[in-house]
């Protein structure tokens, strides 16, 4: 009787050896999660001429970004440069054939929730061109802080990535009308904006 428990305790625990084995032989099944960059791609295919994004910045602009504002892009924002030089989706308002009219793109973009491109941004940091009221460079001295616009908005403010900590991604709302110590944080990371876009069709909130 003994010899029988002996051999049955011995079963069981070959058992739990040879299971356990199998368990660290099978792998997980992969599930392929498209990344935000590909959505906004998908996205900007679908809306066909609702899509007024750019081509791809070329590297050497992307370093002289950097370079020019002193600052290293997250990843993230390197993808999306890498992929669109700034752009829009517009609104549904517009017609097929003032959407196909470059002449028409300037007052579209205008009204648009716009990332500006890598020219723009730089000059709007630099307090030149046509996509901001706010002098930035004064609004560092003033807060210590890192503030870079990355978006012209339909009702004439801007989006401001909030550059101080290299690891983050905030984006603020820079209301012209108070100092930046008082923008708020209108997406936790840079991802959650280009997600927002997306679901929206460029149409999202503007202000905290």
């Not at 590909?38 to 070329?58: H, P, Y």
């Not at 046509?130 to 210590?144: G, H, L, M, R, V």
Request: aromatic content about 12%; hydrophobic content about 35%; glycine content about 2%.
């Amino acid at each position: 009787m003994a010899d029988i428990r002996k051999d049955l305790s011995r079963f069981r625990f070959l058992k739990k050896l040879l299971l356990l084995k199998i368990y660290r032989n099978v792998k997980a099944p992969k599930f392929v999660k498209m990344n935000i960059i590909e959505k906004l791609k998908e996205k900007s295919e679908k809306l066909k001429e609702r899509s007024l994004f750019r081509e791809k910045a070329t590297k050497e602009q992307i370093k002289h970004l950097e370079v020019s504002l002193n600052i290293e892009l997250p990843q993230i924002m390197k993808s999306f440069y890498s992929t669109f030089n700034g752009g829009c989706f517009t609104d549904n308002s517009w017609c097929k054939k003032d959407l196909l009219n470059l002449e028409e793109h300037e007052t579209i973009i205008w009204n648009s929730n716009y990332f500006l491109s890598i020219e723009e941004l730089i000059n709007t940091y630099n307090f030149d061109g046509p996509f901001t009221s706010i002098d930035f460079q004064e609004q560092e001295k003033a807060t210590n802080k890192k503030l870079i616009p990355l978006i012209h908005t339909k009702g004439q403010e801007n989006l401001v990535w909030d550059a101080t900590n290299k690891t983050e991604t905030k984006i603020l709302d820079a209301f012209h009308e108070v100092n930046a110590d008082e923008w708020n944080v209108l997406f936790s990371t840079f991802e959650d904006l280009l997600t927002a876009y997306i679901d929206t069709e460029g149409d999202i909130e503007t202000i905290s």
